[in-house]
């Protein structure tokens, strides 16, 4: 995966402009940015559906859409979510150019409450450790039927916003309750990031 020079230009544009710049860095942790790599191969490895509807939950300062909009998959749109209203302008100037190109929106919303306005064939959560069990299993009823779902979480405890780790691959793999069609987990210092890809059930 090559990132377009375009894309790192928004990219310094976003962290030099942000209100909060360790926070905007934080989205560049060399953690975050395996996980996501990680994530995005595992895709191109396996069969896609080429200029899919994408929506990620957790969706943050949108540098996974970014290097998802960067890789060899081809994804037609991407809407990214947050609960945090600051994430969506981040969001915006880091896909400045696919939001120009109308490929990238970015929203503010609770990821339980979001309303679906296409039917994604993708919808990826990589923060199922920042929500509880119960908002996770109310977001999860409703995803359309028949979208594919990508989860991640992780064993990193330590930190008090995570508030649903799962000690194991096969903890989570439970938690999830879907359709199981690939599981995986990528050791990190600090700890081990899960990952599981299914449907409903």
């Not at 069969?47 to 859409?65: C, D």
């Not at 409703?142 to 903890?171: M, R, T």
């Amino acid at each position: 995966m090559k990132i377009d020079i375009q894309d790192i230009k928004f990219w310094m544009d976003a962290i030099r402009n942000s209100e909060d710049r360790d926070r905007t860095l934080e989205s560049f942790w060399d953690g975050q940015l395996k996980s996501k790599t990680w994530l995005i191969e595992t895709l191109e490895k396996s069969n896609h559906v080429a200029n899919a509807e994408v929506v990620i939950f957790g969706g943050w300062n949108g540098v996974l859409a970014n290097m998802l909009f960067n890789s060899s998959i081809g994804f037609k749109h991407i809407t990214s979510v947050d609960i945090d209203p600051v994430c969506e302008t981040v969001a915006l100037t880091i896909n400045k150019r696919q939001e120009i190109e109308g490929r990238f929106i970015a929203v503010t919303s609770d990821m339980c409450d979001y309303e679906y306005t296409n039917k994604p064939y993708f919808v990826i959560n990589t923060s199922c450790e920042h929500i509880s069990q119960q908002q996770y299993n109310k977001w999860l009823s409703n995803v359309p039927e028949g979208s594919k779902i990508i989860l991640q979480s992780n064993n990193y405890f330590d930190l008090e916003e995570h508030v649903n780790c799962s000690a194991s691959l096969e903890e989570f793999a439970r938690k999830s309750k879907l359709k199981v069609l690939h599981s995986a987990e990528l050791e990190l210092p600090k700890y081990k990031r899960f990952m599981v890809i299914g449907k409903k059930k």
